[in-house]
């Protein structure tokens, strides 16, 4: 074990065991799919994820400091295995150099006793079935994912350390990201390494449309963009031909993926931009935030369709959500829905001045377009079939649209410490008789996608510049662990 490590040291030396695990299982795992040969037990032992260790001595009076994150509840040891040490150095160096600064905390880094499951250091998973070796087969030898070792515990407040056992560091541990960087890639097309820290989620394929066409434009112009990566492998960057850029794009199999996942990065590698299409409903919804959780995003945004509930709003209007009535039941046992999900005051002026921006309006004539008021986001799309027995819960919420999707990804960012917004753009009116019929939805579509769109990504260069009043206080409990 090294002790007493500055931050950058401590990062280093996670980098150099990490990769020294990772090649130890990949040197024996090349070795059983040629000769069958299984490593030892003593090989075995090499096959362990990195720990990083932080100590508060305490003493005196503990630090009043008014930042949300990086922040000791008490003297203590607290620990967490790493993954991917190198791809998260920004993000880990940021925490610890908070901790020593302000605490004067010690770091210690040592190989740690949670082994490192052999498909996570396969990168596309094409070896499994090379000279006939099954998944079965390798998980006789070599680590395997454990269910019972994956969880959100820490995240769910459901964490209880043995005695004489560190507290944790984080809200996430090692095989739980790996886990999550893994389903990523498969239900988004791309590699996770690609996501940004900036997330668009949509409902509707039309605003992935609208995005790359965006992003084209930034390649072709004086931006901070670099290039764009698309579902299935491809990617355009600055300079290339339009031509090229076409055939890129044509040749993207993105429906090939649940929720393909296009992103834009940054020619400084950091505050890119990612747009998600994660289809309809709040299964949906949870699942790609639970993996996207992991990557300790600034924020995640959805920019979405919804039905509006009042006679006022029209076809194209807009919704701010400050409330969630949430009917989604998919998290109705890890955030019970009389917890209340709060609007993040940055987020909610942020996404109200980008629409100002964005349509050039301002006071009395922003308002006839932008409302702001509860969403209520069902699980059952044709809830309009039991309007007998919504019609109370919707009068009694106040609601002023309904979805499928902005109450759990809410909900989600609340619970995994993400921050969150929603801004939704009325595509009919079910209670009104004004329905999606095919001639007007398109007429709508074609109309108001674009805007919408614009509005989420001026909604983020509102945002940029601002993470310490964004990672709000409001997304942490009173014991939370000290990384963000």
Known sequence: MQQDLTPEAAVERLIILYHEATGHLRTCLERYFDTREPPSPEERQRFRYPELRVDYRGGGIQPRIARAYAKFQGP???????????????????????LVKDYGAAISVAASGQEIPYPYVLEQGDDLGRNDVTA????????????????DEVADGLWKSPPGEPLPLALFDAVRIDYSLKRLQHYTGTGWRAVQPWILLTNYHRYVDQFVKWSLAQLAADSPFAALDLPGGGRIRRGMSATEAADIIAGSQWHRYQMPGYHLSRSDGQDGITLINIGVGPSNAKNITDHLAVLRPHCWLMV???????????????????????????????????????????????????AARVTGERGDALKERLRTGTVVT?????????????????????????????????????????????????SDKPLHGEIKLPGAANAFYDRAVGEHLLIGLETIEQLRGHLGQLHSRKLRSFDEPPFR
């Open 304 to 354: 979405g369709h919804c039905g509006g509930l009042r006679q006022s709003q029209r076809i194209g209007d807009y919704v701010l959500a400050h409330g969630y009535l949430r009917q989604d039941r998919i998290l109705d046992a890890l955030v019970p829905p009389e917890i209340p999900i709060p609007a993040l005051a940055e987020v909610q002026v942020a996404l109200q001045e980008a």
């Open 378 to 426: 069902n699980d059952d799309r044709n809830w309009e079939l039991r309007w007998s027995q919504e019609l109370r819960r919707i009068n009694l919420s106040r609601a002023i649209a309904v979805d499928m999707e902005s109450g759990t990804i809410a909900a989600q960012g609340y619970r995994l410490r993400v921050p969150y917004g929603t801004l939704l753009c009325v």
């Open 136 to 151: 079965a087969e390798l998980a006789l030898h070599f680590p395997a994912p454990r269910l019972a070792l994956v969880g």
């Open 76 to 98: 203590g040891s607290y620990a967490t295995t790493i993954t991917h040490p190198e791809h998260f150095s920004r993000y880990l160096v940021e925490q610890l150099r908070y």
